[in-house]
């Protein structure tokens, strides 16, 4: 009988892994969140590395920026960041915060606040303020990856 | 023994139950939200019932239009309906498409795109072509509510 039951918690073991991530709690999953956007937010502002950078979209990731046609897939991304990479002066930050989660723990959103530099008029370069919402997807690889990103821009500064 | 078995077969859909929606079929689910969504864009347009429009964002829902501050919360958002069915000339209406959803059901996401009239300079109206994101939570009366609405310009129709 000892042996029957432990059997049958097995299976029931098995069938809660099966559906639902074990130990998944929102507080420590949000936290390894945005330690990861963080990452990825210090990893653009450097400029450099686009396939590192373009590492943290999932294949099937859409941007939408204001004004641009929506950016579908990798190579899309990829041309995108490539581009940004290239011109001179430009720069982009970001900071997310509050991530909330499905409750299986494998799909999340989050607000974030941008701050980019991009060139202006005459030689110039100008810092656009925009705020967004990204979604993420846990792979199969037990890895967060961008799914959306959307943004506009925020209100104007009072005086 | 019997009757132990049947036992454990309970206790295990019971689990099971318990982490993850019976029957939750993603294209099902899919036509289930457009056609909430669609009812909730025809009642937008209608413009009359303010309560009945702002009772499909949940309690806590974030709303993120360009320029705008964001709006937190039904008072904010009731607030902001109210205005815009008070703007004389003002309309809007929005179609949604490809919803994706959390592995468990209960969180989804689609893409959507808005028309909006409001008035424009010297009495006239113009007609805004926004595109955007709404994030949805299945509540705990199985009611899908959105949670996150957030939208940007579409770019300038080529010539």
């Given at each position: ?12 073991a ?18 390894k ?7 990825w ?14 590492s943290?979209?999932s ?5 939408i920026f204001p ?19 290239q ?20 799909m ?17 370069t ?20 961008c ?6 821009e ?6």
């Amino acid at each position: 009988m000892k042996l029957i039951r432990h059997l049958h918690l097995a299976v029931i073991a098995l069938a809660l892994a099966s559906c639902s991530r074990p130990h998944f709690d929102a507080a420590i999953e949000g936290e390894k969140l945005l330690r990861r956007d963080a990452e990825w937010a210090d990893l653009a502002a450097a400029g450099k590395d686009v396939d590192k950078v373009v590492s943290y979209w999932s294949d099937d990731a859409i941007l939408i920026f204001p004004g641009q046609p929506a950016l579908e897939g990798k190579a899309a991304i990829r041309a995108y960041v490539t581009a940004c990479f290239q011109t001179p002066g430009f720069k982009i930050h970001w900071i997310s915060e509050k991530p909330t989660f499905s409750p299986d723990g494998k799909m999340a959103y989050m607000r974030g606040a941008d701050e980019a530099t991009v060139p202006g008029p005459n030689g110039s370069t100008m810092t656009l303020h925009t705020r967004g919402i990204s979604i993420w997807r846990l792979d199969p690889d037990d890895q967060w990856r961008c799914v959306v990103d959307i943004s506009n821009e925020a209100p104007e500064p009072k005086q």
